[in-house]
């Protein structure tokens, strides 16, 4: 009994001893691996504890039992029992950490094929999330340097989200513009640079606080809060409470606090790197990430950089589209309710999304379909900017469409700058896609309230009848009630007043005055 | 004095059976096997509770927790009733532990039907702790996930409340829907476009004016087998008893998923009467196809949670008794390696054979010599041997679908009473003959 006693003691010492050998001998073994390369992927990093228990404990038993929970997965499905399928995914991407294939195939699953299934818009936006956090939290995180991937998610921003093709796609945009309104607010711009400055980690944020470091602590200590308490706080509220922020703002470190937890929210939660956000809006020009677009953008971009052949070029075309996207309907107005978010061209972005055009295009070559792409762009580029009044540039656009030696058909591109886009719209107007409709339409709203500033009401009365044309002749072409929620324009009315606010939040006050002054008459 | 003696008789009997339980259930505690075992299973549970999220709502955390603990339960518990039934049987018998017994006035059969009594017990009080403690956590992670109120209200609606299943009643096809047609073992119900089809049921329980009723079903395009579903639209017409009117419940479902509507009480008359019609009205003038397995079936609230709780739980402790039973069997004929074998072998080749049902599914004169083969060796060993499966209740309860008594009844009497029994007395007889002293 007495040697029972000490060789349990002695295999106890031994267990405790075991780990520190092994891990010196892991990492060295791991080095080994990479620098002879030994297998053909990276040794896994950032894997949580439980993950790399059941990745050594499996060994090569790993896939099988990952191919069994796909079996199961897809049985489940089928029976449509679906509370089992996040759970399955998440393991099955755990246990194959590296099968990045895995991993977009039931991102994919999830978000098509599962949210389809649900009638209500807010279970479906549900599956769609699911399956972009399965992709950004989880596969992502042990597959930074796969493209596939970010092109995978990028592809549901902006195919899944921001196509009109889901009935509940009015949902999901408001959903994801409410999420992100939360952290980055409802200023026209955000300073995504002053976010980019934040401290990384609690430590250098309370480095950075200097000689208020302490004053800082006891204001958690007398809020009886822990900093990550605070970080969760700020999280659900989406600001601190009034209280901190008092104290915050008497201590002058209330914009560095902001900064630091919003930063730090966007990276923890949404994968959003104020840094890169800050490069890429930089190179095209600013997006407003409360829109589907921004983020394809995002993720394509990120893509771009690791990406070769095929899949080089599905990163630049995703950009190049999403751009196109953000330039036709990036400046997001209003979004309310559940159903209703309601944009307008972003027509700074017009040179970006030539350039990448031109970019894609000298790299691989002008395909028939980016060519294509290219001369559509540039006609409803030419369209948007005569009617949001940049006529100089507007003419500085068609004079490129003329001398484009790729078109055939010229005729058509020479004309005078009014005509063409009088040609253009009279052709378009039975065959509008809604972001073109919506533009047109607020471009010529625009127009009469700038008229009714020259005093010029009868100009204005006409343009304004043009746009109930316009409106009139999209909206007949709905066939029933879910054709106007999936792809229907707000009032017209509405329309009229949004417009009417941006326009005024752009003039100076004494034309404001004008406009107030002569609005009535307008509206007689 | 006659009778004096037999009671005296039964009073022995049961004291050497309650003697033999309870020594049976010291023995089975002591076995690290046991011990090991449980561990597992407490510590297993408790990774699944704090491990598992669902999808996100409450009916889906609730439904994955139950399904995924109580699996897991089952199936650890049932290995451990295998277990301990060899361990107590075959160790009793290969370390001679059952001379000392024997040398009493007790026989054979008492022998083992007291050591089945102690492990049956025993599992009895391990599945109760586990049950409760599962039960227990699950509603504190509820609360504790401050899931928002409609979540909470569509899991007390659906899931925490067990509602009794009515089917039509057969022969009530009515023109003009055609016939009805078989696709594999599926009877389907086909509705051309813009026809419909009636459905009556009766004998539905009188209802309060503010109650509601469920109807649930589910229609497809072109097969059940297909992928190609969407969305169709079509009116369900509710008949009111009171003026013999039908009324129209306009929607747009997807095919392929269970749909669920909510009727009014007033729809059932006073003798228990429930008149249903669909009208299909797909947008691409599609005939749609109900298998009857898919319903339409009405469901009413019937009973609590809690008692579809313990129904579940039973169910599951009759699987134990079943298992407990082979151990039993197997370790009183065989060596407790040989005997474990067989058991889980026994027990593996149920849940087989259910397979080769699709292979071979019934026999005809198209097959060839060694498929009737297959097919008579199939029906054989299904008779034989029991599917585990056939104790698993618990995607009624995460359904909120009432687990009806005679389903219970049915299970016990075809499991226990009859197979249970049967291959007891078989292994007891073979015990009996069994020479013990070598």
């Known amino acids: 009994m007495k040697m029972t006693k000490q060789y349990f003691c002695i295999l106890c010492i031994f267990m405790m001893i075991l780990p520190g050998l092994i891990s010196t001998i892991h990492s060295k073994m791991n080095v080994i691996r990479t620098q002879n390369k030994l297998t053909t992927v990276e040794p896994l990093e950032n894997a949580p504890p439980m993950m790399v228990v059941t990745t050594i404990m499996l060994g090569g038993f790993r896939g099988l039992l990952a191919d069994i929970l796909f079996l199961r997965l897809q049985n489940k499905k089928n029976s449509e029992n679906f509370f089992e399928m996040v759970q399955l995914s998440e393991w099955i991407v755990n246990l194959q950490p590296r099968f990045t294939g895995a991993a977009s195939f039931l991102a994919w699953n999830m978000a098509y094929n599962v949210s389809v299934v649900c009638k209500a818009p807010e279970d479906r936006w549900r599956w769609v999330n699911h399956g972009i956090k399965l992709l950004r939290d989880n596969a992502l995180t042990y597959n930074l340097s796969d493209p596939l991937l970010y092109w995978e998610l990028g592809w549901l921003y902006q195919h899944k989200i921001g196509q009109v093709l889901d009935d509940a796609n009015r949902y999901y945009k408001v959903a994801l513009a409410k999420e992100m309104h939360r952290i980055i607010g409802d200023g026209d711009e955000y300073f995504w640079n002053e976010l980019s400055l934040a401290p990384l980690s609690s430590d250098q944020f309370l480095l950075a606080l200097k000689n208020n470091r302490s004053a800082f602590e006891e204001i958690l200590f007398k809020e009886k809060l822990t900093l990550d308490q605070l970080a969760l706080h700020f999280r659900r509220d989406g600001k601190f409470s009034d209280s901190v922020s008092l104290k915050l703002r008497e201590l002058n470190i209330l914009k560095i606090s902001d900064n630091y937890f919003r930063a730090t929210w966007l990276r923890d939660e949404y994968r959003l790197d104020p840094a890169l956000v800050s490069a890429v809006l930089e190179k095209y020009g600013y997006l407003d990430f409360r829109l589907p677009e921004s983020h394809s953008l995002f993720w394509a971009h990120q893509g771009l950089k690791l990406a070769e052949n095929d899949l080089h070029i599905k990163c630049e075309r995703m950009i190049f589209q999403s751009l196109k996207t953000a330039f036709n309907s990036g400046k997001l107005l209003y979004f309310d309710g559940s159903n209703t978010v309601n944009t307008m061209p972003n027509v700074t972005l017009c040179d970006a999304v030539r350039n990448a055009y031109s970019d894609t295009m000298k790299r691989h070559g002008a395909g028939n379909y980016i060519l294509s792409g290219y001369e559509n762009f540039m006609i409803d580029a030419v369209i948007i900017l005569y009617t949001f009044g940049l006529k100089e540039k507007a003419e500085q656009y068609l004079e490129s469409l003329r001398d484009m030696p790729e078109i055939s058909e010229k005729s058509r591109f020479n004309k005078a700058l009014s005509a063409f886009v009088i040609d253009e719209l009279s052709k378009d107007i039975n065959n509008m896609s809604l972001e073109n409709a919506q533009s047109t339409i607020q471009a010529l709203i625009l127009k009469a309230y700038q008229s009714i500033c020259l005093h010029e009401i009868e100009r204005a009365n006409g343009f304004d009848m043009l746009a109930r044309k316009v409106y009139k002749n999209y909206m007949s072409k709905m066939a029933n009630e879910a054709d106007i929620n999936r792809r229907g324009l707000p009032e017209f009315q509405h329309l009229k007043v949004r417009m009417l606010q941006y326009f005024r939040s752009t003039i100076p006050e004494n034309i404001q005055q004008v406009l107030d002054r002569e609005i009535t008459k307008f509206n007689q | ?438």
């Open chain 2, 1 to 438: 004095m006659k009778s004096s003696d037999s009671v005296t008789g039964k009073r022995r009997i049961m004291n050497s059976l309650v003697s033999i339980a309870i020594l049976t259930v010291q023995k089975c505690l002591r076995s690290h096997i046991f011990q090991l075992v449980f561990i597992v299973i407490l510590f297993g549970n408790v990774f699944l509770i704090l491990s598992l999220e669902g999808d996100g709502t409450a009916v889906g955390y609730f439904q994955i927790l139950v399904s995924y603990t109580f699996s897991f339960t089952g199936y650890l518990l049932a290995f451990t009733a295998i277990w301990l039934g060899c361990f107590v049987a075959a160790g009793d018998i290969d370390k001679k532990q059952i001379q000392m017994v024997l040398s009493k006035p007790v026989m054979k059969v008492q022998f083992l039907l007291g050591k089945l009594a102690g492990v049956c017990l025993l599992q009895f009080v391990l599945l109760s702790l586990i049950s409760v403690m599962i039960g227990l956590t699950l509603f504190a992670k509820l609360n504790r996930k401050n899931y928002p109120d409609h979540d909470i209200q569509r899991l007390r609606k659906n899931v925490l409340t067990a509602s009794r299943r009515y089917s039509p009643l057969a022969n009530t096809i009515s023109t003009p829907a055609r016939d009805e047609l078989e696709e594999g073992q599926k009877r389907l119900i086909e509705i051309p476009i813009y026809t419909f089809k009636t459905w009556n049921f009766n004998k539905l329980p009188n209802l309060e004016k503010n109650d509601t009723l469920q109807l649930r079903y589910r229609m497809y395009l072109n097969s059940p087998n297909s992928d190609d579903q969407r969305s169709t639209q079509g009116i369900w017409w509710i008949n009111n008893p009171l003026d013999k009117m039908y009324y129209p419940i306009p929607l747009v479902v997807h095919t392929g998923k269970i749909q669920e509507i909510s009727l009014p009480a007033e729809a059932v008359s006073s003798t228990g009467e429930l008149k249903i019609r669909y009208e299909n009205q797909d947008q691409g003038t599609q005939s749609m196809l109900i298998p009857q397995i898919d319903g339409p079936f009405i469901f009413i609230p019937k009973s609590s949670f809690g008692n579809n709780y313990v129904r579940m739980v039973l169910m599951i402790f009759f699987k134990l008794i079943f298992s407990s039973i082979i151990g039993i069997t197997a370790g009183s004929l065989f060596s407790l390696p040989m005997a474990i074998f067989f058991a889980t072998s026994y027990l593996i080749i149920g849940v087989l054979i259910v397979f080769m049902r699709s292979t071979f599914p019934e026999i005809s004169g198209s097959l060839n010599f060694l498929s009737q083969a297959a097919c008579h060796i199939r029906m054989l060993v299904g008779y034989a041997t029991i599917d585990l499966r056939q104790f698993y209740v618990t995607d009624l309860l995460m359904r909120g679908e009432f687990i009806e008594l005679s389903k219970i009844s049915i299970v016990f009497a075809k499991t226990i009473m009859i197979h249970g029994t049967l291959i007891f007395l078989t292994g007891s007889y073979f015990f009996q003959k069994r020479e013990l002293g070598a």
